[in-house]
């Protein structure tokens, strides 16, 4: 295996400068959700899909379209609805009189940023159209593939199951979605300031773009270098194996969680100004990566048991790699 070269102070400190920038510019419409604001910056140079899950009116699809408009990028948003077809999303090709031939229409899948927007309300048949696209980024139509530019992202959001329309996502889907996270309301003070920004009219009408596709791509690079040490490499993968025998366990987390975890972890780790990752990364992490990719024995949910709960347990009993360990 052939070393990655060692990370510049520099470009860490780029990285930190360049991290802040989007954060900041998407806090001026998200207010009071800044640690919500960074995982999701996190996910996007960790080369993740993001799916965003809460109550109707918490800033989920805001948060979305600010990430996509703080980067001068390509940016489509898809308004996901029962009558949605898949080649609405992939494409389709269409005849052409003057050329006698078939001319391709590009779906709205083809763009650096794409957010779904209550991706539960499409039918399970919309929803597959997507499998290619966030797992491979490329799109197959009519016998074609067509590579999808980077850097992309899928940013999707979805209303609680228990809302009248929804459809469950499939496990397949939901295990190609690197995070989970829940916005959550505002607290009372941010509540007023929501008042004060919003109340004539958005702050997102304002916002404008701080970085360029060219800068997102550098910091993916910078954070790919960043070290992962063998003791937090098996770490990461004790605890993915600890979901596959739990007893309240119905489902484990799949491999692919390992390889996630690990990629946000060392975004994390450079947004935080390092260039190796640490155990604290990963156990703060875990639980946005692994609680969808689970699923509780019936015996369980009907006790009450919550996944967090579970996945807390896990961390708390696993032994935690104490020093550094040579690859």
Known sequence: MVASPEIEKNEITSFQEKFDLIASNIDQVIR????????????????????????PGVGKTQLAKSLARSIDCDFNRIQFTPDLLPSDITGVSVWDRETSSFDFKAGAIFANIVVGDEINRASPKTQAALLEAMEERQVTTEGTTRPLTPPFMVVATQNPLEHEGTYPLPEAQLDRFMMRLVVGYPDRGHAIQILDT???????????????????????????????????????????????????LLLGSSPRSTLFLQRLARAWAAS????????????????????????????????????????????????????????
Do not use: F, W
């Open 32 to 55: 009071g959700k800044r640690g919500v604001i960074d995982l999701t910056v996190a996910c996007l140079v960790a080369e993740g899909h993001l799916l965003i899950e809460d109550v």
């Open 272 to 327: 935080d100004g390092r260039s190796y990752v640490t155990p604290d990364d990963v156990k703060q992490l875990a639980p946005y990566v692994l609680e969808h990719r689970m699923a509780l024995r019936p015996e369980a949910h009907m006790r009450g048991t919550r996944m967090v709960e579970v996945i807390e347990g896990l961390l708390s009993s696993l032994p935690v790699p104490t020093q550094r360990m040579d690859d």
């Open 198 to 248: 919003h109340g004539v009219r958005s702050s997102y009408e304002g916002l404008t773009s701080v970085l360029h596709a060219d800068d997102v791509i550098n910091m993916i690079e910078i954070a790919q270098r960043v070290h992962v040490s063998l003791g937090v490499k098996t770490y990461i993968v004790d605890l993915v194996e600890a979901t596959r025998s739990h007893p309240e």
